[in-house]
């Protein structure tokens, strides 16, 4: 089946500085991608939509310039954390769409990245 | 997006076969019904989907309700590695919203030895 990969893993950072995580789909090319948040023995919360070569699109409440976006190819995605704060702890998670294929697929998910903010 | 409401827990033996349900009585005539499962510190992992008919792969079957209001979720013989979070969710064919997930509380399925 299809892979997404994300990296780093696992991440521990100093509060007022910013992290970077990928997500990367091995085997397919993902014009769209997804970010979600999990709080622990919390459900998944999406945080934004990511587009190939435009601008993401956020939920609502989800601060746009505090968590930047790029997604510069088919196969890419990244979300930083800007000024990482305590609270923004938590374990993200991204999935890829597979554009080639139509219809009512799958998603496929990476196996998510948990942030520590100290 | 139309809501789905599953139990907060289930418990099973293992070996033994277990029914997960899931109501959406709201659901819409393009809606799939998707299930995924989460196992502890790791990202959800696709387990089956269905419109109208019932489904079967390696994983699970799914048991898709007459009037679509409800189905379950059927793990014929559980294993310990099956203990994990289970969503079921419901996804638009397509649209601008196509391959995003609203992730309702799941079931936590707890798997006896």
């Known amino acids: 089946g299809a892979v997404v990969s994300q990296h780093p893993s696992r991440v521990i950072c100093k509060s007022g500085t910013s992290v970077k995580i990928e997500c990367r789909s091995l085997?397919?090319?993902?014009?769209?991608m997804f970010w979600y948040r999990q709080f622990p023995k919390q459900s998944l919360m999406l945080m934004a939509t990511?587009?190939?070569?435009?601008?993401?699109?956020?939920e609502q409440g989800v601060e746009k310039d505090k968590f930047l976006i790029n997604h510069a190819s088919l196969t890419l995605s990244t979300l930083t954390v800007t000024s990482a704060h305590p609270e923004d702890s938590s374990f993200y998670i991204c999935?890829?769409?597979?554009?080639?294929?139509?219809?009512?697929?799958?998603?496929?998910f990476g196996q998510g990245t948990r942030l520590t903010v100290v | 997006d139309a809501k789905t409401t599953q139990p907060n827990s289930m418990e099973s033996n293992e070996e033994e076969p277990v029914h997960l349900p899931c109501n959406h009585s709201?659901?819409?005539?393009?809606?799939?019904i998707h299930w995924y499962r989460q196992l502890p510190s790791q990202g959800p992992e696709y387990v089956i989907h269905?419109?109208?008919s019932n489904v079967n792969n390696r994983m699970a079957s799914l048991a898709i309700a007459e009037d679509r209001k409800s189905s379950t979720l059927i793990l014929h013989r559980a294993t310990l590695r099956d203990a994990a979070v289970y969503y079921c969710?419901?996804?638009?064919?397509?649209?601008?919203?196509?391959?995003?997930?609203?992730f309702g509380q799941g079931t936590i399925l707890t798997v006896h030895p």
């Open positions: 709201t659901i819409s005539g393009t809606d799939y």
């Open positions: 990511s587009n190939e070569g435009s601008k993401a699109t956020y």
């Open positions: 085997d397919f090319q993902a014009t769209t």
């Open positions: 269905g419109l109208t």
């Open positions: 999935s890829a769409r597979d554009s080639d294929r139509v219809g009512n697929t799958e998603a496929f």
């Open positions: 969710i419901l996804r638009l064919a397509g649209g601008t919203s196509y391959g995003k997930l609203t």
